[in-house]
């Protein structure tokens, strides 16, 4: 009978030792899971944020691109309107449409 309660104990903390070891594992996994799940949405975050700078970077190109346009136009319309005065600033009268 003694045999037998020592058995049915060493049967008992076979089995406590197993389920711990599965819980442990088991909680391994899930934390695993959970670190995994927070790496990737902190990469995600990061991709994010990558995503508008570039947005950024090319919205102030194309805005740079533009004012530089502009900025031409004007240069272009101030110098057809300074050449249109340089015959009566040099003395010479009116010159009709040369274009």
């Known amino acids: 009978m003694a045999r037998l309660t020592i058995l049915i104990a060493l049967f008992a ?8 070891s ?3 594992s088991e909680q391994s996994y899930v934390r695993n899971s ?3 799940e927070e790496l990737e949405q902190c990469c995600d975050q990061l991709n994010e ?3 508008q700078r570039c947005q950024y970077r090319k919205l102030q190109q194309i805005f740079e691109n533009q004012s530089e346009q502009l900025e031409r136009r004007q240069q272009e319309q101030q110098f057809e ?8 600033t ?3 009268g009116p010159l ?3 274009y």
């Open 13 to 20: 903390a076979l089995v406590l030792v197993v389920h711990t």
């Open 22 to 24: 599965a819980f442990r």
């Open 34 to 36: 959970e670190e995994s």
């Open 49 to 51: 944020l990558n995503n």
């Open 81 to 88: 309107q300074e050449l249109q005065k340089l015959p009566r």
């Open 90 to 92: 040099c003395g010479f």
């Open 96 to 98: 009709g449409n040369l």
